[in-house]
């Protein structure tokens, strides 16, 4: 989950899970339940980001348990009576916005268990309850439609962020998602980072979006009314979080609170309303006659002039005048008490007679006086004096006095307020579900208008359904995230490349050359096509995936006593598992099998590039520096990405053709030659690159000749096969 949130997790002894994921700032409890593997690789996924996860107390011997204590997560040991299942289907059933699907919710038994414990404690916790069909219930283990992908796959492909300190020096957006995102509201930026993360997988869907994005490019006036309205609408998904949840409670902070929301609510509809009125989208009619009768309610309570402000002096002003004058008696006598209280205030600053005295406020300590540092010292009737930069904040007897008033005044004009808050609290309860759609209608138009933005100098890419004779090809294709950063920092141009892939293609090429880049840029075409974007490159035909799975980069893990091989090994291991039978996947895999002795790496990338190439509906693109692969894969495309020598200079042209690499290019001296070694070191290099070749060729010869002599060993005779022997031995 992309914001900080709460969780809960139980497991049983069959390692399946029930995890629960709740944000207060979100009203969407998500459940997902999954039998997973030993290392429990999906949950740790699930649960990745989240600020405190519940488990029960009963459950410590448990392998999930020290797996989260491993990763560091901050566990709460929660009672394992709370975790149940017959209160979670009740709590689900009762908190539903919309009509629950019985057999949904009960097929995730310790989903339901989780969400029991989860919502407990946040009862507990946060002081609250939760309304009546209140909350957005999703179920995260339901993934028809979505293109998959694991964490480790989001992490190297840098969806989200980068993972090069150096990149982000050079290019103020590192990430992918920080390229595309041109989003104007809150619950677009939400639903673009999760829609990056999970593409679509559906065709109509995919199509769908792309003649949305398409139409939004040729009606170029519909663009930019959506950016016109969408920047004016607060953070929704807030709102309703704020009305689901019950403060049982209540205090000045939370009237506030309120009174700032049902400002900030009226605003969001009155844009909503004008939205309405345009054609750049359509709502059904019961959802506008909803929120217009809502409007109208809120319209007979708040005064039209009060608008929601920043600044904290503002905000309680704003709070307490919010509603209509005439509707309380009590009120407004309470209202007319704090004014007054503040222009005395005023009035008291102006009559002490000091140049450029000003009344401040805070919200620690209320109202103050910002007395110049000279005018301190001169005078005794100020207290509790703070000397800052240019001003001391002091008070006075008499202002402490008029302070206490009108707080005295704030606080019973706040209680009156929230009387009539309250009525609007539950007009709004009955609203939600229309508030809700709003919410998605928003974050769906916003997606629509960045991804338009986004798309203005690409190419609407071409998406068919996966078959057994479907290639994905690209012509022209870009990495977006580096041809941006060296658009940025003024440097040489990005080389486009061309791909076509079907079952298995080997790359090979130096170190530098860009094979790591060719790889990455393959999937980022693939996300962003089915994200219904259009992808850097000048045309491109993709067959719909489902899958994207990556092996690339060298780390370790200290903590974890785990070397780079070992994590290598680890991770192609969780990826053949997750291999899955008629699912369309793409693999990408770079640099396999380095940490370990030649003949041991060579043996292992054989064997897993036979099993990937084996795989029926897997495209795999396999990068490796083990050029031999090229001739055991004799029916296999291979690309070579081409690099070049000027004099004593490496020259990398980034170019990607056909055809296998040359086997006796000394590539890796060069570019230690180009990064300033020493000449004695490059040439004690290539002296013993040349022996040890000429050992090999030795050998060949040598084993040549024996078999010349086993063929033909019965026509000679005893002599004459020792001379040979002596011979091929160098005796």
């Known amino acids: 989950m992309e914001e900080a949130c709460i969780g809960a997790v139980i497991a049983n002894n069959n390692r399946e899970v029930g995890v629960a994921l709740f944000s207060l700032s979100h009203p969407m409890l998500i459940l997902k339940q999954v039998a997973d593997d030993r290392m429990f690789s999906e949950v740790l996924q699930s649960i990745e980001g989240v600020k405190t996860i519940l488990f029960p107390d009963s459950h410590t011997h448990h392998r999930l348990y020290d797996m989260l204590s491993q990763k560091k997560f901050n566990v709460v040991l929660y009672r394992r009576q709370k975790f149940s299942e017959d209160r979670g289907m009740d709590l689900l059933t009762k908190l539903s916005v919309l009509q629950l699907d019985p057999r949904e919710a009960e097929r995730r038994h310790l989903a339901r268990s989780a969400a029991s414990a989860l919502i407990g404690y946040l ?71 999760s829609q990056l993360i999970s593409p679509l997988s559906d065709l109509d869907a995919i199509h769908r979006r792309q003649n949305l994005v398409e139409n939004l490019l040729a009606r170029d006036d519909r663009l930019k009314t959506l950016q016109e309205f969408l920047p004016r609408f607060h953070d929704v998904d ?101 004014s007054n209280c503040i222009e005395t205030m005023k009035e008291y600053a102006d009559s002490l007679d000091i140049e450029n005295i000003q009344l401040g406020f805070s919200t620690p300590r209320g109202y103050f006086l910002k007395v110049p540092l000279t005018a301190v010292n001169d005078s005794s009737i100020f207290l509790q004096c703070v000397k800052l930069k240019r001003y001391a904040a002091c008070t006075t007897a008499e202002l402490v006095s008029l302070n206490i008033r009108q707080e005295d005044a704030l606080r019973e004009a706040l209680i009156r307020t929230e009387y009539h808050l309250a009525q609007l609290r539950d007009q709004v309860r009955k609203a939600l579900p229309s508030l809700i759609a709003l919410t998605e209608a928003v974050a769906e138009l916003d997606l629509l208008q960045s991804l338009a933005r986004f798309s203005e100098t690409l190419a609407k890419p071409t998406v068919i359904a996966a078959s057994d004779v479907s290639r994905l090809q690209v012509i022209g294709g870009r990495h977006i995230i580096l041809e941006k950063a060296l658009a940025e920092n003024d440097s040489e141009e990005f080389v486009p490349n061309d791909i076509d892939l079907k079952s298995l293609s080997l790359v090979v090429g130096p170190n530098c050359a860009g094979k790591t880049t060719y790889l990455k840029q393959c999937a980022l075409i693939v996300i962003l096509a089915q994200l219904g974007a259009r992808v850097p490159a000048d045309s491109a035909t993709i067959p719909i995936y489902t899958h994207i799975s990556t092996r690339i980069g060298n780390e370790d893990n200290l903590e974890g006593n785990a070397s780079t091989f070992s994590l290598e090994m680890t991770e192609i291991s969780n990826l053949l598992r997750s291999l899955k039978p008629g699912k369309h996947q793409l693999v990408l895999v770079d640099e396999l099998c380095r940490g370990t002795s030649t003949e041991e790496g060579m043996s292992l990338a054989f064997a897993i590039a036979e099993v990937l190439g084996r795989s029926p509906n897997v495209d795999t693109l396999f990068a490796t520096h083990f050029h031999q692969l090229q001739h055991a894969f004799p029916g296999v495309l291979s690309f070579t990405i081409t690099s070049d020598t000027v004099g004593k200079t490496l020259l990398f042209q980034h170019r990607i053709k056909q055809g296998a690499q040359a086997d006796d290019l000394p590539y890796g001296i060069e570019l230690a030659r180009s990064c300033g070694f020493p000449k004695a070191l490059i040439e004690c290099a290539f002296e013993t690159r040349d022996y040890l070749l000429n050992q090999i060729q030795s050998k060949k010869a040598s084993l040549q000749r024996f078999r010349i002599l086993s063929e033909s060993v019965t026509t000679l005779n005893l002599d004459q096969v020792r001379r040979c022997l002596m011979e091929i031995s160098g005796q």
């Open 123 to 193: 009862e507990t916790t946060e002081n609250c309850s939760f309304a009546k069909n209140s909350l957005q219930i999703s179920f995260g283990d339901c993934i028809e439609g979505r293109l998959v992908m694991d964490q480790v796959t989001i992490r190297n492909l840098e969806l989200i962020s980068n993972r090069r300190s150096t990149l982000g020096k050079r290019i103020k957006n590192g990430c992918v998602f920080d390229i595309i995102n041109l989003t104007l509201t809150k619950p677009g930026y939400r639903l673009l980072r």
């Open 238 to 338: 807030q709102l309703t979080s704020h009305y689901a949840v019950i403060p049982k409670k209540s205090s000045l902070r939370t009237l506030k609170r309120e009174a700032d929301n049902a400002i900030r609510l009226r605003e969001v509809l009155q844009v909503g309303g004008e939205l309405f009125a345009s054609d750049a989208t359509k709502f059904s009619t019961d959802v506008q006659t909803s929120l217009g009768e809502l409007l109208q309610f809120i319209n007979t309570k708040i005064h039209e002039e009060a608008v929601f402000r920043k600044g904290a002096e503002e905000q309680r002003v704003e709070s307490i005048h919010c509603i209509k004058s005439g509707l309380d008696d009590v009120l407004d006598l309470a209202r007319e008490s704090h």
